[in-house]
């Protein structure tokens, strides 16, 4: 016989035998039920702890398994072992839930002694931002009582355009640019409180930009700006989610306060024009560089959303509102910049930024079941 | 498990409650600012502070296609426009206005220049706080009071004991009086009294040989005139300086100063290349600027002080440099709370050599602080402006802070110039 055959024919020989032990193991397991139920305990980890060493069980199979193995030790009075096995077999299925019109009173009692619960849950997240500079007081080197800044297309009054009382243009003054948005992604690390409350703390970063225009008193003199910002964060919450603890729900709603530690990472102009006399760009700006902004923010948070149960972990949908507390721009050096200043001939005013955001995000559940101490 | 998660809530909502932060729609009056004013080709002139702290800036205006006439800006402390008037000298003229002086009563009296078919005629007004002219305007124009081939370019209030108002008005002309004693056809400088009722009181003219200038005037305790200036002979110029009494005669003489040279005072003939271009009392007396040349005949800023009197104080005269060792020029200075000097003027060509090379920005607000004593220069200067056009300082304001006022011409490029207004802190900077 040449070799390949021989090959060939060991290799078949052994995924037949491989097939057959497999298909043993779950009659074993059928048997080993059987036995249960005939109240003849002693022989079954015996057929079963082989099949679960070498993991021949399916999913389904390992957890009926660790279960009856639960059921045996605690029968024969073997606590130790009986413990161990309930820790395998949250292992297995670590949410697995007990059937009060099969599972007796004593894996019940058993079960309560122990963490089954996740000890942590970690979330990643993406999503989109579209920030709202929150002025905190007007400046500009236009008339200030006259004119106004547009912040992502609309001015103080919400108004997409706004007319200049006397004014011998007679013009409209209209925004120039439209929202701007921005990304953030975030890992999040989350533990549960007690009643529905979880505690959650991880870094985001966030990339947003808002979008300003400004008329120097006139219609033909305006100039319009795209302030983009790379922050690191450090957002600490809290989320109440309605029935928490009902595994049976698919769909958990939420809402969540927070807080953020801010540190700005980068701030620029991606964009800085000015329209009228002989046009003026900017094409790069640095504004941390040029101590135009300050780095240091901190942040309060809310917002609402919901999970989708897929297993023991979730998907999430969140709407979420970030509040800046601080003054974005460093009011002392605001007219430092020649080129903003003359150039653009525009300032920032103090402001604050505020943050719309949709979230989508994927949270792992962490488990280590172990027996509570009392 | 004693913990209670409302607790953390409820501490969480105190922690939000009120921590939003509201709008201020009012700026502190002590904010440093820069502020722009005007549409078409602007020209700041000078500028006054108001008894409310507002401020007038006079400038010129001239629109597409049009003449160019005075402008006058009303801002607030915060540098917002809330009042603009243009005056126009008379149909179809040029205009250029020249200085604005507060007359007390929140009046102010603005001077200039209005160029016609018939030549260059002195222009001038009373206004109130509210841009409105007061004063009674002679036929020809609707708003000023004109005085006849004077290329007028400063004006004050005389104390009077008739209770009648009257001015008198600083300019020069090639006109010959019947009291000239040099009667050669160049510029003297005319001194004139009159009121708005159409009355002249006196003309006198002073000079030399060559062309005189007139620059600024101011009234002594004596009720006399110091005169500011500049006399000319040949290629040569100096800053000229002199005295009269209540009716404008010069019973000293004139003296005549240079920056650069050391043949100064009395009898002294100009024999450099100063060009005085701003005046301000000091509590030395008055301290002079200008522009000159220096030994290697690059332009730049001068600083002359003198008394009271008119005679120049020793020790306190020097050339005025920046720290690019760029040419500049100083045009205005004022005296500040902290007793310094402030100068703004410009850099013609802002285009250094080593730190900064490569960059062109045109001319440039050329900023400066001088010691009030010594007249040397304290601490950097500072320059401001656009990349695409000529920007300048042309008037310094002090503020009872501390800080400065600059009214600017700021350079937009293709024709946009705009008035610039440029608050200050003491050191000159555009910092709080």
């Not at chain 2, 400038?59 to 049009?66: P, R, S, T, V």
């Amino acid at each position: 016989m040449k070799p390949t055959y021989l090959a060939i024919l060991i290799a078949a020989l052994m995924m037949a035998s491989i097939t057959t032990y497999g298909q043993s193991c779950t009659q074993r397991l059928n048997d080993a039920e059987d036995d249960y139920e005939a109240g003849r305990l002693s022989a079954i980890p015996d057929k079963i702890e082989r099949c679960l060493e070498s993991e021949q069980f399916s999913k389904e199979e390992a957890v009926r398994a660790r279960r009856l193995l639960t059921l045996v030790y605690i029968f024969t009075d073997q606590e130790a072992k009986a413990e161990g096995a309930l820790i395998n077999l949250l292992k297995e299925d670590p949410e697995h839930r007990l059937n009060p019109q099969v599972d007796p009173a004593e894996l019940f009692f058993l079960y309560d002694q122990f963490r089954t619960a996740p000890i942590f849950r970690i979330a990643f997240r993406a999503g989109i931002n579209s920030s709202s500079p929150n002025i905190i007081e007007r400046y500009g080197t236009f008339n200030l009582h006259t004119h106004s800044n547009f912040h992502n297309g609309k001015d103080r009054e919400g108004n997409d355009s706004y007319v200049v009382e006397g004014d011998s243009s007679s013009n409209d003054y209209n925004s120039l640019s439209g929202l701007g948005f921005g990304f953030q992604g975030e890992i999040l690390f989350e533990s549960h409180l007690g009643k529905g409350v979880e505690l959650g703390i991880g870094p985001q970063l966030r990339l947003s930009q808002y979008n300003t225009d400004s008329y120097v008193n006139q219609p033909d003199l305006n100039s319009s700006l795209t302030n983009q910002q790379l922050n690191i964060r450090l957002p600490v919450l809290f989320r109440y989610t309605l029935n928490y603890d009902n595994r049976d729900q698919k769909w958990l709603p939420y809402v969540f306060l927070g807080g953020a530690f801010d540190y700005l990472l980068t701030a620029k102009y991606t964009e800085a024009n000015r329209a009228g006399g002989t046009a003026y760009s900017i094409s790069s700006s640095d504004l941390i560089a040029s101590n135009q902004v300050n780095q240091y923010n901190y942040s309060f948070f809310g917002g609402v959303g919901t999970k989708m149960r897929v297993g023991t972990h979730f998907l999430t949908f969140e709407l979420r509102y970030d509040m800046s507390q601080l003054n974005y721009i460093n009011g002392e050096n605001r007219y430092q910049n020649d080129e903003s200043t003359f150039d653009l001939a525009f300032v920032e005013p103090d402001l604050s930024l505020n943050f719309l955001s949709v979230t989508l995000g994927y949270t792992l559940s962490v488990y280590q079941p172990k027996k509570l101490t009392k | 498990m004693s913990f209670k998660p409302t607790i953390y809530l409820l501490a969480f909502l105190s922690l939000c409650a009120g921590c939003g932060l509201t709008e201020d729609d009012n700026p502190s009056p002590e904010d440093v600012f820069v502020k722009f004013y005007g549409r078409g080709s602007n020209e700041a002139v000078d500028l006054q502070r108001t008894s409310t702290g507002d401020v007038i800036i006079l400038a010129k205006n001239q629109l597409e296609d049009g003449d160019a006439d005075f402008y006058l800006v009303k801002v607030d402390e915060a540098g917002n426009e809330v009042d603009s008037r243009i005056l126009d000298g008379s149909d179809g003229s040029e205009d250029q206005p020249k200085k604005i002086k507060a007359v007390g009563n929140d009046e102010f009296l603005i001077v200039g220049q209005m160029s016609t078919e018939t030549g260059i005629h002195g222009i001038w007004a009373r206004i109130n706080v509210n841009l409105e002219v007061v004063s009674s305007a002679e036929s020809g124009s609707e708003f000023f009071n004109v005085i006849d081939s004077v290329e007028a370019v400063d004006i004050i209030a005389t104390t009077e004991d008739d209770g009648i108002a009257k001015y008198v008005i600083i300019g020069h002309s090639r006109k010959i009086y019947s009291s000239d004693i040099i009667r050669n056809g160049n510029y003297q400088i005319i001194l004139t009294k009159e009121d708005d009722e159409d009355s002249t009181y006196w003309v006198k003219s002073h000079g030399f040989s060559g062309n005189e200038f007139g620059l600024a005037l101011f009234e002594t305790p004596q009720r006399g005139i110091l005169a500011v200036g500049e006399a000319s002979e040949g290629s040569n110029r100096g800053v000229y300086v002199f005295e009269t009494n209540r009716y404008g005669t010069n019973d000293q003489g004139g003296d005549v100063y240079n920056a650069s040279s050391a043949t100064s005072g009395e009898g002294a003939s100009p024999s450099a290349d100063d060009i005085p271009l701003g005046v301000a009392e000091t509590s030395l007396g008055y301290s002079i600027v200008g522009s000159t040349l220096d030994q290697n005949g690059r332009q730049v800023g001068f600083h002359i002080a003198v008394n009271a009197s008119g005679q120049q104080l020793e020790n306190k005269t020097f050339i005025l440099q920046n720290d690019y060792n760029l040419a500049c020029q100083a045009i205005d200075v004022a005296e500040t709370a902290y007793g310094e000097l402030m100068v703004t003027g410009s850099i013609p060509v802002f285009a250094p050599t080593g730190d900064g090379a490569g960059v062109n920005k045109l001319e440039q607000v050329f900023v400066s602080r001088l010691h009030r004593l010594s007249g040397r220069i304290v601490g950097g200067d500072q320059n401001y402006g656009t990349t695409v056009g000529n920007d300048r300082g042309n008037a310094v304001l002090a503020l009872p802070g501390g800080d400065v006022l600059v009214a600017t011409t700021i350079d937009f490029g293709s024709g946009t110039k705009m008035v610039g207004l440029l608050r200050l802190n003491r050191y000159g900077e555009l910092k709080d």
